[in-house]
């Protein structure tokens, strides 16, 4: 069965540093991976996605991932944090076209200082 | 423009007042699900549908109905519900044919209170 772990339920970061969100997954088949984010009040956006191609994928407002096969990690990065950065990131894995569903994370609440 | 719309946004219920949340699509997508999101627990899966007459269950369907009469349609039936039933939920969908990532797109979210 698939699963998703994000470890840390709450980061905290100050503008301009680098974020860091950790993902990791378990899945009996090659993994789709997805970065969701959730801004207050709002639904779930895709930042970004790995669907087998390059291991670093690029998403949205400067976010990137790098899946890692032997570390079973699908991190996310950004260099320098922004205000505009503070929600809720979800991290998910699917089995692709034959999944019957996207296996959320528990979600990380990423806040941002001045 | 491309879209998943769910109605009400936001609705305040009683214990045991039946209820329908709708979810409607304008991509033409055969798979369609509903999750609810609980604080601390992420989002899990209620219901999910691949194609018309086609539904099935997800992690927690309990005191839940759903129907797909349509390919664009996928209400979500409280029938009773209980205080247990109060939470956030979102309503997805993704092709099928030809994607083979499962990337799913979702609505705004409807906010359900029962008191």
């Known amino acids: 069965a698939q699963s998703v772990t994000q470890l840390g339920s709450h980061v905290s970061v100050s503008e301009g540093a680098l974020v860091l969100l950790r993902c990791n997954y378990s899945?009996?088949?090659?993994?789709?991976l997805f970065w969701y984010v959730q801004y207050p009040n709002q639904g779930l956006q895709l930042l970004l996605k790995y669907t087998s191609a390059a291991t670093l994928v690029k998403g949205i407002n400067g976010f990137e991932a790098e899946f890692k096969k032997s570390e079973t990690s699908f991190h996310l990065t950004k260099p320098s944090a922004h205000m505009s950065d503070a929600a809720e990131y979800f991290c998910a894995v699917s089995e692709g076209q034959a999944g019957t569903a996207l296996i959320f994370g528990k979600g990380t609440t990423l806040s941002v200082s001045s | 423009e491309a879209q998943v719309t769910q109605n009400p946004r936001y609705l305040i219920t009683v214990t045991g007042k039946k209820l329908t949340v709708t979810c409607s699509q304008n991509m033409n997508h055969e798979y369609m699900s509903w999750y609810r999101q609980d604080p601390g627990l992420g989002l899990r899966q209620i219901y999910y549908s691949m194609n018309v007459e086609v539904t099935d269950k997800g992690d927690v369907p309990e005191g839940y109905k759903v129907s797909r009469k349509e390919k664009r349609n996928f209400p979500l039936i409280l029938e009773s519900p209980s205080p247990n039933q109060t939470s956030l939920y979102f309503c997805?969908?993704?092709?099928?044919?030809?994607?083979?990532?499962?990337?799913?797109?979702f609505g705004e979210g409807s906010r359900l209170t029962v008191l």
């Open positions: 997805a969908s993704r092709r099928l044919a030809g994607d083979n990532t499962g990337e799913l797109f």
């Open positions: 899945s009996s088949v090659p993994p789709y």
